[in-house]
Each structure stands twice: as structure tokens, then as C-alpha cells.
Nanobody, 119 residues
């Protein structure tokens, strides 16, 4: 069982930066692929970024490539999302998810943190 708690959301002007954190409880954090997803009002949840257990392989949605960076600290059971050059269209609730290495779907989710980018 993994419990996830996101933090770091807030209100920022376009062009600004935020750093989201997701703290995980439970065992064997490094065994999990960690991902960030977001859901804007009236839209479905969409993939943002993911990182493998070792932290040496990452994947990004095209819409955030070059602006967002995902990283993890396995010693602290935490995954981060550094968001730069934020745009109003990045406004959403951001969720952290975890899945086992060979699982096709994310099994554990945090409660989400709101990110609002003003123009």
C-alpha cells in the first residue's frame, strides 16, 4: 500500500515557476514508477510526466516538454515536478500517481494540488 500527498501548488503569473512535491509513504518506493497527471475544469485527467524507479528514465507530454522537469529522491520517498514558463493553459489540479514497474495502470493516487496560472 502506498499513500501519496502532493504539495506546492498555488497561484502564479504566466511565465512564472512552481515546484510540486509528492511524498510517499509505504515500503519500496524505488520499485514504483511515479507520474504526474493533471485535470483542468471540464476535462479529463491527462498525463504530464513520469519517471522510473531509478530516476534515470523520464517521459513527458508534448505540451510540457522543455518547460517541466520530473525528478525523484528515493532516500526521501519524494517525487518532484519543476514547472517553468507556466502558461494559463497549465491551470489544473495536479495529481501524483504510482504504479508498479510492470503494471499497466497507476494504482495509487494523491488528493491533488491546485495550480492556477494567471495571464
Amino acid at each position: 500500500q502506498v499513500q501519496l500527498v502532493e504539495s506546492g501548488g498555488g497561484l502564479v503569473q504566466a511565465g512564472g515557476s512552481l515546484r510540486l512535491s509528492c511524498a510517499a509513504s509505504g515500503r519500496h518506493f524505488s520499485n514504483y514508477v511515479m507520474g504526474w497527471f493533471r485535470q483542468a475544469p471540464g476535462k479529463g485527467r491527462e498525463f504530464v510526466a513520469a519517471i522510473n524507479g531509478k530516476g534515470d528514465s523520464t517521459d513527458y507530454a508534448d505540451s510540457v516538454k522543455g518547460r517541466f522537469t520530473i525528478s525523484r529522491d528515493n532516500a526521501k520517498n519524494t517525487v518532484f515536478l519543476q514547472m517553468n514558463s507556466l502558461r494559463p493553459e497549465d491551470t489544473a489540479v495536479y495529481y501524483c500517481g504510482a504504479r508498479a514497474r510492470f503494471s499497466p495502470r497507476y494504482e495509487y493516487w494523491g488528493q491533488g494540488t491546485q495550480v492556477t496560472v494567471s495571464s
